[in-house]
Structures are given as structure tokens and as C-alpha cells.
């Protein structure tokens, strides 16, 4: 029995997008270059974390929540939102990153 389950971690494009202009506002226009970098670094972390025990982060209820399986948690003023996928031998993770005011439910 393996206790160690290692799950791979995808970064969708919209997820890289949207931290990428997150850290260039906060290093440019607030001229935080070190703010910017720490939180950059904490946000990576956090997610990487995933790769051992994913489900461990609190359930998204959505119409289609038996076939999704969503987690969300909460980084400073920003939600990172997965989905789990166990449908293939290798174990995947689609990571989704939004700001409070993009969030609809």
C-alpha cells in the first residue's frame, strides 16, 4: 500500500496569466519588487503542495459536482480553485487562479 500517492500538477495558461500580471502590478506599479517575489514564491509553494494529498483543501459545490472535483483555498486576497482528476492511472491537476471579485459563487 502506497501512503505517498504523488499527484501531477498542470498550470493552466489563464492561471499563469492572471498570477504573471498579479506579480508585474504589484513589482511595477507598486514598486514591491520583494512583496511581489515573496508572494509569487508563496503562491508556487502552496500550489506544488498539491502533489500530496490535494484532497486536503475544502470541496466547491457546483452543478456539475459529481463528475468535478473542485478545491479551493485561500492564499492573502487571492482563491486558487483545482479540479482533481482521477479518471487516469497518472493523477492530474488543473490549478485555476482568481482574485475575490472574479469569483461567482
Known sequence: ???N?????FLTTTFKEE???????????LKEPSIAKKLYEEIINKIFSLQFMPERHKL???????????RKFQIKNFI????????????????????????LF
Open 80 to 103: 486558487v480553485i483545482y479540479e482533481i482528476k482521477k479518471d487516469t492511472r497518472k493523477n492530474l491537476h488543473s490549478t485555476y487562479f482568481s482574485q475575490y471579485s472574479k469569483l
Open 60 to 70: 466547491v459545490k457546483s452543478k456539475n459536482s459529481i463528475s468535478i472535483n473542485l
Open 19 to 29: 498570477l504573471n500580471e498579479i506579480i508585474y502590478y504589484i513589482k511595477y506599479n
Open 5 to 9: 500517492k504523488k499527484y501531477t500538477i
Open 1 to 3: 500500500m502506497t501512503l
